[in-house]
């Protein structure tokens, strides 16, 4: 890499992090212009225009947007293309404090915390007076990784003739939050490449990479990606008076043995090549009772983060059916246990409590209340929903567990029961196995960048992108069974959410992450380590698409 490039890149991502991001923030708006005003200034985009375009997301109420840029290689009339993306927008600046008018000013903070670094953690000291660090948000996540692209782009541009070849990269808003940019942008994808003919070959996205471990001195690259779901659980029990506490079921109780069975259970991992996924961990937990009572609670809530390797939602919905039914009928055990402990105690006599451990997916409670009350269901689910439509406060989450809530409500049944189902969002993993020829493409083309850099750094790749992300979006499940599963048990998916299925399904590639490497994403202390970031990963990322271009 040479040093002239090195600098380029390092004057983008810090011109870029200079541009305050925020997502959910108009400042997301100025840090999707810099990018295409850096694109415009281009020679290659004041010939050819069209090639650099906005795409809005759809239905955003900021009017946030994503920048689409194509290189097209003028040696040949290849069609064959690397895709590349990378977000532009940032988690907030609270959490720097005093310093919050530096946060976004990479050399003005680095220079301030000079000024504290008494006050600082050890390792953050040590980084800071290397002089090998530069700290700033979001220039760690991952706009460092977007000036790779733009930086190489740029230089490649400057002699298109001898390039062969296509490159799009989109520059997509909101990723910290919902992915509005990219999902608005994989239909564009999909619409180019069923009107140009485009060839695509592969995603590749570069944001951030760290240490996985403490004292873990390898700089990885990411073949793949983890995948994401939210199991959840609507817990109805038996409401009472606290006075009679034994003739009622706390859904709270069940809740708790849910989470106990659960949350960080290795049992839950995914193992694929011996690389495994995070087990699952809560994301909320609570009950539903809206007013404080002497009557316990009638029905509480939770949902777990769950990353997956090769798990399918149909395959996780199974899973979570069956721990549910475990941990509810342990409640009911242990309650048995004692109200008979009880009994003894209190001279009275003990007989067996009349619970009984039900489990159903939202699927399922929803063709028991069709059963007893037809299309009246159907009619008031869509009025339902449309009222909640016209209520922005409700968010995604909220707005599935309202579902579940009226559907329940709506069925004679009132005994206790868990219904479980899946809160959106949804991201899909991809498995690059290298068995299909773009995957085997891909697995030599990362191998072979690998093994022709040279650097002072000990070079890896993985499977599996261990942070959720975009590139899930860059595939999806086909089988029809996996997709029912998911869409019949999201309830409100296709109306407050939803996913461009079909699009992700005809895009269908391989991806990877090829990042700049720092440390304390989402921490005040967030930083890049100046020489692998600017020198060394830009090698990898420009190796890798040369090899996709050449050998497919």
């Known amino acids: 890499m040479n040093n002239k490039l090195a600098a380029r890149i390092e004057q983008i991502a810090v011109e870029l992090t200079n541009e305050l991001s925020v997502v959910d923030t108009p400042g997301e708006l100025d840090s999707v212009q810099k990018v295409y005003d850096i694109f415009s200034e281009m020679d290659y985009y004041k010939e050819n225009p069209q090639d650099l375009k906005f795409v809005d997301a759809i239905n955003d109420k900021l009017g946030r947007k994503s920048v689409v840029a194509v290189l097209r290689g003028r040696k040949g ?49 040590k980084d800071l007076e290397s002089g090998d660090y530069l700290f700033g948000r979001g220039l760690f996540d991952m706009k460092t990784g977007d000036a790779i692209i733009m930086a190489l782009m740029e230089e490649i541009s400057k002699d298109i003739g001898n390039f062969e070849g296509n490159l799009i990269y989109a520059a997509v808003c909101d990723e910290e939050g919902n992915s509005g940019g990219m999902l ?39 073949i793949g990606t983890v995948g994401k779901l939210m199991p959840s659980f609507y817990v109805v029990g038996k409401e009472t008076h606290v006075g009679e506490s034994f003739k009622g079921i706390d859904p709270n109780q069940i809740a708790s043995s849910i989470t106990n069975r659960i ?23 609570r009950d539903l009772k809206p007013e404080y009572s002497v009557q316990i609670a009638k029905t509480s809530t939770l949902f777990f983060n769950y990353a997956t390797h090769c798990s399918t ?69 869509a009025e339902f929903t449309e009222e909640m439509m016209k209520d922005e406060s409700i968010d995604q989450r909220e707005f599935s567990l309202k579902m579940v809530e009226e559907v329940h409500s709506l069925w004679s049944d009132r005994e206790p029961v868990v219904i479980v189902y899946f809160t959106p969002p949804y991201y899909p993993h991809i498995y690059v196995e290298g068995s299909a020829p773009k995957e085997k493409a891909l697995l030599d083309a990362v191998a072979d960048a690998i093994n022709t850099t040279e650097s002072d750094y000990n070079l890896v790749y993985k499977k599996f992108f261990p942070y959720i992300s975009d590139l899930s979006y860059g595939a999806a499940p086909k089988d029809p069974k996996i997709i029912a599963a998911l869409k019949d048990n999201m309830p409100g998916f296709g109306i407050k959410y939803d996913l461009p299925l079909e699009d992700m399904q005809k895009l269908d590639l391989p991806v990877l992450d090829i990042g700049s490497f720092g440390k304390d994403a989402h921490k005040f202390t967030e930083r890049i380590e100046k020489k692998y970031s600017f020198e060394v990963a830009p090698v990898l990322v420009y190796k890798t698409v040369m090899n996709l271009l050449k050998n497919n």
């Not at 991992?269 to 937990?285: H, M, Y």
């Open 263 to 285: 949350n960080l259970n290795a049992d839950f991992c995914d193992v694929a090549e011996g690389e495994v996924s995070l087990p699952p961990i809560t994301l909320k937990q």
């Open 77 to 125: 009339n290849s069609k064959k293309t690397v895709l590349m993306i990378g977000h532009t927008d940032t988690v907030g600046i609270s959490d720097y404090g005093s310093l919050k008018e530096y946060a976004n000013k990479p050399y003005e903070l680095t220079e301030k915390f000079k000024k504290i670094s008494s006050s600082l953690p050890e390792e953050v000291r």
């Open 184 to 222: 608005s942008v994989v239909p564009e994808l999909v619409k180019m490449q069923e009107e140009e003919g485009f060839d695509y070959l592969a995603l590749l996205d570069t944001d951030y990479m760290t240490s996985e471990f403490e004292g873990d001195e390898n700089k990885y690259i990411y």
């Open 313 to 381: 939602p149909d395959e996780v919905l199974k899973k979570m059916k069956d721990a549910a039914k475990e941990a509810f009928q342990s409640t009911i055990d242990n309650l048995n246990i004692q109200y008979e402990r009880f009994c003894d105690l209190a001279g009275r006599k003990y007989e067996k409590l009349p619970w009984e451990a039900r489990v159903l997916s939202y699927e399922e409670l929803y063709e028991k209340v069709r059963a007893e009350i037809g299309s009246k269901l159907d009619e008031r689910m």
